[in-house]
């Protein structure tokens, strides 16, 4: 892939999918001042125009990662907007949603307004924020989110912190419903996971650590979808992980309610086991979970019971990642390994299809957060991801762009990777050493 940024960027020759609007053919894509001018068969191009031949290479929307943690600001020597977001261009990803783990919180109209000021000064890809559902993120009293809403919230959630008083989430849902924004919870009862740090089973009884059984996220989970049922709220479930809550989430999609959900890369691949062989790099909450968990991911994603793929990149520095299975944080990052992980385990695997898998990483999370995006309708933002489906890569932690390193995936063979990422009509990653 080679050329230079510019007002109009035509992209030729490329097998564009575009799950939006049905599209899977070889044809062009026209970008102009920003935005989608035309897709066709053998377009025109305009007088200066910069032609990438994306011939051999799958273009589609851009790519979008519904939940991500930036870290910034507060937390800058693990993650800062401006390291977050050149990891998600390499990533492939031309928007993300910012979590509310900052400090301070974006629990008030001020910290949001400052949270998306930092994402256009520092951003190289857009960064949209998720609000707090309670303020300070402490389960006590609901933040403001209609005041959020109108400042630019495009979500609701208390991140790690559960909402375990079922008034208050009540609530919550029922302001959902009056302001059309989806409420975006971690669950877990905390008195059933009771200060776990792994899936509750035969792993964390031979290691001799405290686990966290499925009923915790279950049970929560279970609470929300009646609470749904009663208010009308949209509610989309983060990093689902258990078989479970698949089977929850299918029944309530089968009543028609406002449930959606997300599966993070790691919880569609990696078993408990894993906790056994590399400890607290593959500590994360939710926990890796069971083969038949695990199984149960896949075939949710097949028959569409989960509807978006999310990454939950999680920054921390080594000496944290360093410390006990215990003492150690929750968390991986994973922005630079999801799409070759998605293609490499679901395509590859044969479990979807790559118009498929495309779906659930850009109209999917634009159509629940209600982003621009996620469709190469002509008009439309001039976002789009450029994808090697054959490049075979191994992933090196030392390569990346984010700042912190904690993945469990170090020496994993992938297939498939993205070697352009654009914004707005304007190339913010290019990489064409699979071509």
């Not at 740090?197 to 964390?204: F, P, Q, V, Y």
Request: glycine share 12%.
């Amino acid at each position: 892939m080679h050329g230079r940024t510019g007002s109009s960027l035509l992209l030729s020759g490329g097998r564009v999918i575009d799950p939006a609007n049905g599209m899977d053919q070889v044809a062009d894509v026209l970008l102009v001042d920003g935005c989608v001018e035309a897709v066709g068969t053998a377009l025109p191009a305009p007088e200066g125009v910069t032609d990438l031949d994306a011939t051999g290479f799958v273009v589609t929307p851009g790519f979008i990662d519904s939940h991500v943690h930036l870290r910034d600001p507060g937390f800058e020597h693990k993650e800062t907007i401006a390291s977050g977001t050149s990891a998600a261009a390499a990533g492939g990803f031309t928007a993300i949603a910012a979590m509310p783990n900052t400090d301070p919180p974006p629990d008030e109209v001020p910290h949001l307004e400052d949270v998306i000021r930092r994402g256009k000064r520092d951003g190289k890809v857009r960064v949209y924020v998720i609000g707090c559902i309670t303020r300070g993120r402490r389960g006590q009293q609901l933040a403001p989110l209609q005041e959020l809403a109108t400042a630019g919230a495009v979500a609701f959630s208390d991140d790690g912190d559960p909402v375990e008083d079922e008034r208050l989430m009540r609530q919550a849902l029922q302001i959902s419903q009056q302001i059309g924004r989806p409420i975006f919870p971690h669950e877990e009862f905390r008195a059933i996971s009771d200060g776990g740090c792994m899936h509750a089973g035969d792993i964390a009884q031979r290691l001799g650590v405290k686990g966290m059984p499925p009923a915790a996220e279950d049970d929560m989970i279970a609470r929300d979808i009646e609470l749904v049922r009663q208010t009308g709220g949209a509610l989309h479930i983060a990093h689902i992980s258990t078989a479970g809550t698949v089977d929850l989430v299918r029944a309530a999609k089968a009543d028609g309610l406002p449930v959606t959900c997300e599966v993070l890369p790691h919880h569609f691949y990696l078993t408990d086991e894993e906790v056994e062989r590399q400890g607290a790099m593959a500590k994360m909450a939710p926990p890796l979970r069971s083969d038949g968990d695990v199984e149960a991911m896949k075939a949710g994603l097949a028959d569409g019971t989960i509807d978006t793929i999310a990454t939950d990149h999680a920054p921390h520095t080594a000496q944290e990642k360093a410390l006990s299975l215990e003492q150690a944080p929750f968390g991986i990052v994973g922005l630079e390994t999801a799409i070759g992980l998605s293609m490499t385990i679901l395509v590859e695997g044969g479990r979807l299809d790559l118009p498929t898998l495309v779906e659930k990483w850009t109209w999917a999370p634009a159509s629940i957060l209600g982003l621009p995006g996620g469709r190469l309708t002509p008009g439309a933002v001039g976002d789009v991801t450029i994808l090697d489906p054959e490049c075979r890569w191994t992933v090196d932690p030392a390569a990346f762009c984010s700042k912190s390193t904690n993945t469990p995936f170090v020496g994993m063979d992938l297939v498939g990777r993205a070697v352009a990422t654009i914004v707005a009509g304007q190339i913010v990653y290019q990489d064409g050493f699979c071509s």
